[in-house]
């Protein structure tokens, strides 16, 4: 390029076929297994210890020294020590000067400390640069060797060279580095692996919630009403076919569930007259979770497919088949074909499989991979247009399927609705509330105020 | 690039907690939002305006200057403005000078202008270091905190430390920077947000017109002709037993012209005895959409799958097979079990099924996150052994489906054939052509041409 | 990072909006078709070759002089000849002083030479600046336009403004850098398209085996035994009635297989004391090929439910039905529901759908772009959690649908058992283990070792 670019080439300076030697300080757990791993990949590793005679227990072809003989002799040293021993560093801060500090800790809670472990360093050691890497690998898993788990490390900080150089070794141990930018992603960095499915809890509680719900009712009704006024005694259905009602109502709710945040936003909006004022709380909460609901709604959707699919296969269905059929050939008789009965049953399974066809379309676009590769306005094309049409269809088929029971009086046991009408109500409430959302006379003003028109300027925030 | 960029080297200059101040150029919608999402992010904003007075539309916690004093508070500049006003910029050039200006505009049309915008931007302000950022990104979106569509923000620029800043404040707002090289990217970049699945077009437009087509063909020769010449009302046929007899048709028809143009183009490059010329445009374009071909297709025999699945759920099939039994025990006689009619039965099925396994295995390899873990000879093996396998099942599936009829004269009503038979033709012929393809007297100089050879030097391009 | 990263600076010079000129050395089938790419991304080429009158071979538009005038119009060069003639670049070296030379040249073998063809480049010629690009792309693909396959290119070298220049010119081409950091990473690089699913190769080979294996018992005792025996032929058993019971087998079985070596490396670990001796080289491997053994264990379960879900409409099972009806309706009689056979029927099908459904929930979470979402704590509970519990439904099922037989001799054709029970053996003795291990007494030294604790420090390796 121009004579300068020689100087450059300080930049990725392991030209020679050598790996240059890592410090590692603190030998516990981590510290061991990343040294393993290092000496595994190349690299020399020394270790700083305040004694260096527990060498029996780290990796027998690093060396150990004491901490400041190991930082002299490496340009990357790794802080495999925790948060409330960063203090010892203090002395060797000229030592440490123009070095590369990798902190890989983790704290036990989430935000425990005010700022993150590796801000704390870099506030410590101000001469140094930092590095945040590594905490999202599990020691367990470098030491088995078995990466079972993500391969991504996450590394942020503030000196470009200085990220370079960490993300070489994350390279070289056979990981995928991701930039995460400058120190200040360390927070986040260091909250990412004390999770466990944050977005997923409510939408989950909330699942477990209603299907214990429906159960028991299901249970009340199909099972004890049958077994007390009937005299038969149909637990089995414990099995199947309980199940298979409490799974569609479940689907049906739950997709509701993700399009009625949408409909009150858009409310809110017409009311206030303006785009530029934060939703409350729960409605914010509500909004981040859809993704988590709708795909909640899709596997309850798919195993009451797959129970419905298994019907025939049943006992109690060819059971109750084979007593039909027989009564028929027993009374010398064959009914003709109601062509009703045929429309209704064939319009409810036809509109069960375009739902539930969507529904899954709808699915595989939310996979992290296919969602990248399309634009908002076609993200926004699938998930909003083919998912009304998804719940539209899914409703219709409900009803299909309900078909004339809504008014007959024996469908009431006990006075109860069946659970397939209780699911009807936030979906049809949803498709109601749409539609009316969709004639031009509150569309339009909506449209503009999601264009950033305000009816009252003077109110915005 | 010049000699001030030293200073900016300092490269993540917020080693302080503190971010640095942004300054937004335009308070219209795009510009508040994002202004509004900065200032939740911790960013000190100012906006640049004309007038200072609308001070009642911005967001409360950001200044609002006129231009110059703005620009002057920030080192990173957004220019939230549109095309056609980017000249008055120009006056503003001495203090714009060195400052990162980010261009987040998009047009109204792909390829509205001769340049990109940014382009247009960093000739109109050469001292200034432009990057093409956040047009990808609704305001909508930004606004209402629900990034649910992809968080994927291209940036591109020519000054790599300008590019990094801009992509510190993407990863603040939370989103993923996904840098695409220098501003000559920005064309491309300015084109994504209008698209709307524009390789997905031809592909869905054929499989509307197929099915339409089909569709009609079916309903003519199994419903109308059945109720002229059979006087039986078979209307409610239209829900499951014409689209489960169209998606077949479709799935199979779909899958064979995801092979056709392959083999098309090794007929031309033999013909032509080189691979150093262009295709036709209408091959080129055939080529590139095979993917999504196969996807509908793929979505198509899914349907199929369901459709024939829910087939004992069917009251007019329940109605027809118990018609049948009771029929046989009136007369008093049990039908022996026909092994031809088994194995026909069973083979079918089983063709079906296999054609139907592998035809996922490809969709699934297609997803991007999975073809991007392979390189492309495991990609080549499963898309072309795999997909011929695939073609060949449910070719072969459809023909011992068929069996018999063939030859049977009932089986043309109106002198038509059946769809299944129309469906054959293309998959058949794909066969064959690919059967003599393989012949090693037509593979050799094949393979010879697409390693390079070519037949008469002289000729090529 | 310090004074010298000014210099830096100059890294993205294509500012205006010419392309620099690219220079290829040799004209063979690569370098023509990489050529041809270029020039139609609006790169001027100039060829490096040693006649320059074969010029009818490579693209119109590119120039063809010597090599030594060839590298000095351009700043990057391809260097597009085989690793055995680099050799003649030795005397170029002062003319390619400072250039950036980009290997793209692939080997034959794995690891064909001791170090990779970029390092020995490097090395013939340490003044000029070495980039690995492009060799993971097929020149076919290139050439036809038609990049079916990945469009990653893996990028690695020294020199980072050497690189950005190449991955700029990928990015123009349509093409994704991928950066793998320093030149060291060539040989992995050059590996990579040689490889044909290298960790799938055990896995299915074990497949194949165990396959072929129990479709001949499957033939002998069902079909092979009944002819001989009970003159009945059901051949046709072939297509669909074997197929279905060795795909849940062999589901079952490679299911276990995917949790025995983590039962085994608990073992080693308890009795050896510590976590910090490598386990056994097999256990290793096949700690390493369980995601592919789960993945061909979930397409054999899936396979088992298509082939389970068509029972109905198999000729050969209406006909059984209907036979049992007839005879039923001729004697006049109708059987009782019999609530066992219902509850365990039920209770049967229940089971194989939920541990298909979390089966699947498997393989969805370890497709790359989920699991990369996903920290280890997550992984590690849906892997291990949700995957045992998916092994005890699946076992369970098994157990159900075996039922009373397992003490009936009948079941025993010559004394062999059904392929079920030998299925068993190994989840079972998964299972058993697994539950030894949970207890406390077991588990807590366990959890022990896992942190870092050894029983017998001295013996660490």
């Not at 990796?59 to 495999?80: G, N, T």
């Not at 050691?125 to 999202?136: D, H, M, Y």
């Not at 049409?389 to 809504?406: E, N, R, S």
């Not at 509150?442 to 028109?453: A, E, F, H, S």
């Amino acid at each position: 390029m121009n004579k300068n670019s020689s100087n450059i080439m300080a930049l990725a300076p392991n030209t020679s076929n050598k790996r240059e030697t890592v410090c590692i300080f603190g030998t516990g757990d981590f510290g061991r297994a990343l040294g393993h791993k290092m000496i595994q990949s190349g690299y020399p590793v020394v270790y700083g210890s305040r004694s260096t005679q527990i060498s029996n227990l780290i990796p027998k072809d690093a060396e150990v020294l004491s901490h400041a003989e190991a930082a002299q002799k490496a340009a990357i040293i790794i802080i495999a020590i925790q948060r409330q021993h960063y203090n010892f560093l203090v002395p060797l801060a000229e030592i440490l000067h123009g070095k590369v500090l990798v902190d890989i800790s983790n704290n036990l809670k989430l935000n425990q400390y005010p700022e993150s472990n590796a801000e704390y360093l870099a506030q410590l050691l101000p001469g140094s640069r930092v590095v945040k890497a590594f905490n999202t690998v599990s020691a367990w898993a470098l030491q088995s060797g078995t990466l079972d788990a993500s391969r991504q490390v996450f590394v942020c900080g503030d000196d470009v060279e200085a990220k370079q150089m960490v993300m070489n070794i994350v390279r070289a141990l056979g990981l995928t580095p991701l930039d995460k930018g400058s120190l200040l992603a360390a927070q986040e960095i260091e909250n990412y692996p004390l999770q466990l499915f944050p977005m997923w809890k409510f939408p989950i509680f909330l699942s477990l919630g209603l299907t214990t719900f429906f159960f028991f009712y299901c249970l009340a009704l199909d099972v004890i009403y049958t077994y007390i006024y009937e005299k038969n005694n149909f637990s089995f259905f414990i099995a199947i076919t309980i199940p298979n009602r409490v799974c569609p109502v479940m689907a049906l709710i739950l997709l509701a569930l993700v399009y009625l945040p949408g409909v009150f936003a858009a409310i809110i909006q017409l009311y206030r007259g303006t785009k530029y004022r934060r939703f409350p709380d729960w409605l914010d909460k509500w909004m981040l979770c859809r993704k988590q609901l709708g795909l909640i709604a899709l596997a309850f959707a798919s195993l009451h497919v797959v129970f419905t699919l298994v019907t025939p296969l049943r006992a109690f269905v060819s059971w109750r088949i084979s007593k039909g059929i027989i009564s028929q050939a027993l009374n010398n008789k064959t009914e003709p074909l109601n062509n009703t009965n045929a429309w209704i049953s064939d319009c409810y399974l036809a509109l069960g499989i375009l739902g539930f066809f969507l529904f899954v379309l709808l699915g595989i676009t939310s996979l992290p991979s296919v969602s990248n590769n399309v634009n908002w306005r076609e993200f926004r094309f699938v998930q909003s247009k083919l998912g009304y049409l998804a719940l539209i269809f899914c409703t219709a088929h409900t009803l299909v399927y309900g078909g004339k029971w809504f008014l007959n009086p024996s469908a009431y046991k006990w006075y109860l609705p069946n659970i397939y009408m209780l699911s009807l109500v936030i979906p049809c409430a949803v498709l109601v509330v749409k539609f009316v959302l969709i004639f031009p006379c509150v569309d339009k003003p909506l449209t503009q105020i999601r264009q950033g028109w305000e009816r009252n300027p003077k109110h915005s925030e």
